[in-house]
């Protein structure tokens, strides 16, 4: 398939411990977003990459998240010393560009537990 | 800064009945609008958008939505629900003026169809 695809699919953490979740955005698209689904909070933007330009940071909550996207494709978010409250479902999009009303295609997501 | 209210976290619909899902934003400028679909344990979908031109915009299974300025609102309309529409549907916004594309959700729908 060509479509955003996510690892790992369900990643469960004991508290303090970092975890990494992967994206690999779709061929060809260069600008790719994070985003967290939780109950509390609901849809929340994170971070957004644009090809070579400095990465749009303003939505991460903390300085525990950091991201990185190498090579302009995949992306790497990293949450360190993870806390309860980041048990969420971690969502990355791929869109061609990062012009306005581009559609933003989504991955399935990946589901992060924190005990 | 920008906002997004769906009227209504759940909604119960009998087979065929219309459904009818509420969204209004709050924004400076008039935004780009969008309606995603969400089904258990999958990611974002988008089901149409609007961004210039008619106001009534159609997308994908059967499902509309009209921009109206003066009421800030693009609400999500199918004339005949479908046992398959039963999932959580999202309005999202973004800013035509603003780098980047990050979408603003809002709290989500989640629609049950009855047969």
């Known amino acids: 398939g060509a479509g955003v695809s996510q690892s790992p699919s369900n990643k469960v953490t004991e508290k303090g411990k970092d975890v990494e979740l992967r994206c690999d955005p779709i061929s060809g698209h260069t600008a790719l977003y994070w985003y967290r689904q939780s109950l509390g909070q609901g849809l929340e933007f994170l971070i957004y990459f644009q090809g070579n330009s400095a990465p749009d940071k303003s939505g991460l909550p903390s300085d525990r998240f950091s991201a990185e996207r190498t090579g302009g494709s995949v992306s790497t978010l990293t949450i360190q010393r993870t806390q309860q409250e980041d048990s969420a479902v971690y969502l990355c999009a791929s869109s061609l560009s990062r012009q306005g009303g581009n559609e933003q295609f989504f991955g399935p997501g990946t589901r992060l537990t924190v005990l | 800064a920008q906002s997004v209210t769906q009227l209504g976290s759940h909604v119960s619909v009998s087979e065929g009945a219309l459904v009818l899902l509420r969204c209004n934003y709050s924004s400076s400028v008039p935004p780009y609008l969008f309606w995603y679909v969400q089904y258990p344990n999958q990611g974002l979908q988008l089901l149409l958008k609007?961004?210039?031109?008619?106001?009534l915009v159609k997308g994908i299974n059967g499902f509309e939505a009209e921009f109206k300025k003066s009421e800030t609102s693009f609400h999500l309309t199918k004339p005949s629900a479908h046992m398959s529409d039963a999932a959580e549907y999202f309005c999202a916004v973004s800013e035509p003026q603003a780098a980047g594309n990050k979408l603003t959700f809002g709290g989500g729908t989640r629609v049950l169809v009855k047969p």
């Open positions: 609007y961004t210039t031109g008619a106001t």
